[in-house]
């Protein structure tokens, strides 16, 4: 099989499994911001049990040994996947991320509320998580 995408017809299977992932592939994966510096690794996905969409990624920061990190959610949106690097690329500053929406070891409630929250703060179109 070929590794050049195919663009003008229907996927192969090989294709379309390659644009599926287990969400327990994604923990741990890197995150990049785009000058190519470590910002910290996808904890958990935040997956919209009606529409099963991701809805945050949720990044975790800091720490040693697994003491002191801290937690992000950020609009899946705003990550895009670099095949080449196997990892994620947020074109955010890392200290807009560090003055974001976080917590350290008890997670909020992610109500409409949070949400509404987490996306004025990132600046992007609030998910409404009442739709199916």
Wanted: proline share 5%; glycine share 10%; no cysteine.
């Amino acid at each position: 099989m070929s590794d050049t995408p195919n663009t003008t017809g229907p996927l192969t299977d090989g294709e379309a499994t390659s644009l599926l992932f287990a969400s327990n592939k994604v923990d741990g994966t890197k995150v990049k911001s785009r000058d190519g510096d470590t910002l910290g690794s996808v904890y958990s996905l935040m997956i919209n049990k009606r529409s099963g969409n991701t809805t945050y990624a949720v990044l975790s920061l800091g720490g040693f040994l697994g003491m002191g990190k801290s937690y992000y959610p950020l609009p899946f949106q705003l990550l895009t996947y670099d095949h080449v690097a196997d990892g994620y690329i947020v074109t955010i500053d890392r200290r807009l991320l560090e003055g974001g929406p976080s917590w350290a070891s008890n997670s909020p409630e992610f109500n409409q509320a949070y949400a509404d929250r987490v996306s004025n703060y990132y600046g992007v179109t609030p998910v409404d998580l009442t739709l199916s």
